[in-house]
């Protein structure tokens, strides 16, 4: 079965400072999508970084960065430089290619400190 | 304009109401999907529409009824509710179902069921 695990329900960091979300996955497939949304009060969920399972390059956007290890299904967020906007729920996502389906975690609340 | 476009923002309904929720998106999507966000729990899939034929209906049960009449467009129509059914309802859409590589959520509908 195919799952994903975020351990950490909530997270809280300093402005300025770098904080990392864990996400774990289980999956069998070796073509698949990993993603990070991020949910915000306003609700919308707002994709963050993406990567594919080929690639072994980790995935950055920015400040935001991933740390993809394959081998250990370990797909975590850096946020660096953290902003009071970056305050809000993310969700780690797999999808495998060929179908539609996402399969998402149960999320991590990040606060940000002034 | 936002890509994916849901109202009401909130809603509350007596189990005996009838009511519905209305989904636009101006991507040109080919594919439009249904989630349930409850809390602590991991998003579910309700129902997949590709060019307005549906999908998937995961088990949903029929108190709850999409419509897609158009690939712009799509509802889920609700009635005779239960309490459990309180949750935040995210409308997404993605390219297309086949060549799936992430899905555009809009600010779902805040649903309360008294």
């Known amino acids: 079965a195919q799952t994903v695990t975020q351990s950490q329900p909530e997270m809280s960091v300093q402005e300025a400072e770098t904080v990392t979300l864990s996400c774990t996955y289980d999956t069998s497939e070796s073509d698949y999508y990993l993603f990070w949304y991020k949910q915000p009060p306003s609700r919308q969920m707002i994709l963050v970084i993406r990567q594919e399972a080929y690639k072994q390059q980790n995935a950055t956007e920015n400040r935001f960065s991933v740390n993809f290890q394959k081998a250990a299904k370990s797909f975590s967020l850096k946020i660096s430089d953290s902003q009071l906007g970056d305050a809000a729920m993310y969700f780690c996502a797999y999808s495998y290619s060929g179908t539609y389906k996402y399969i998402f975690g149960t999320g991590t609340r990040l606060k940000v400190l002034a | 304009e936002t890509g994916v476009t849901q109202t009401p923002r909130h809603l509350v309904m007596g189990m005996t109401n009838k009511k519905s929720l209305k989904c636009e998106q101006h991507?040109?999507?080919?594919?439009m999907y249904w989630y349930k966000q409850s809390a602590k729990k991991p998003l579910e899939l309700m129902f997949v529409?590709?060019?307005?034929?549906?999908?998937e209906n995961n088990s949903v049960p029929s108190r709850f009824s999409p419509e897609c009449p158009n690939s712009s467009h799509l509802f889920l129509h609700l009635h005779t509710l239960q309490p459990e059914d309180s949750a935040l309802y995210l409308c997404?859409?993605?390219?297309?179902?086949?060549?799936?590589?992430?899905?555009?959520f809009g600010q779902g509908t805040r649903l309360t069921v008294v």
């Open positions: 529409y590709s060019l307005e034929e549906r999908v």
């Open positions: 997404a859409s993605s390219q297309s179902v086949q060549s799936f590589t992430e899905a555009f």
């Open positions: 991507l040109g999507h080919n594919a």
